[in-house]
């Protein structure tokens, strides 16, 4: 190929790169940035307006659980039947982790959850199940209901 022959073929590639419809590279860009913001507005709508809010931490506190249930949190306690005899959190939820899985239908889905057990090992594991099971707001108090009571805060006894 000669010199003006390449010469022409980079011309007509140029000329074509330049024959682009305004119109059309206009709505393109009008649907990107409609799209972009979609997207924003969806992704600002679930963190604010009562849809799924921020994640919470796997493992709380005594002193955030007991805000958290000041707040309206549903305290779970997945004790043993003569563990939650003993004493347990008023208002608290007694399901134990071994029927946990048979008894979802009865933890809000919509709620701040608070696992709680006797030193908190069993409370992560109510989490696990629960987190697996599509709750997303869900975690575990760190310490048990012996650090709560250590703590001074409310307890009751009897079933």
Not at 89 to 102: A, D, F, K, R, V
Request: hydrophobic share 40%.
């Amino acid at each position: 190929m000669s010199k003006r022959t390449r010469k022409s073929t980079k011309g007509s590639k140029s000329s074509s790169a330049q024959g682009i419809n305004p119109m059309t590279l206009g709505i393109s860009l009008l649907a990107i940035i409609v799209l972009a913001a979609s997207l924003l507005l969806f992704f600002d709508q679930r963190g604010e307006a009562g849809g799924e809010t921020a994640v919470l931490p796997a493992e709380i506190s005594v002193a955030e659980a007991v805000t958290m249930r000041e707040s309206g949190a549903f305290i779970l306690d997945v004790r043993e039947q003569f563990e939650w005899d003993s004493f347990h959190i008023p208002n608290s939820t007694h399901i134990p982790l071994g029927e946990l899985n048979q008894r979802l239908s009865e933890i809000p889905a919509d709620q701040e959850v608070v696992v709680v057990c006797r030193t908190g090992n069993r409370s992560q594991a109510g989490r696990d199940i629960l987190q697996a099971a599509g709750w997303g707001q869900v975690t575990s108090m760190a310490g048990g209901v012996v650090d709560w009571q250590a703590a001074g805060y409310p307890i009751v006894a009897g079933p």
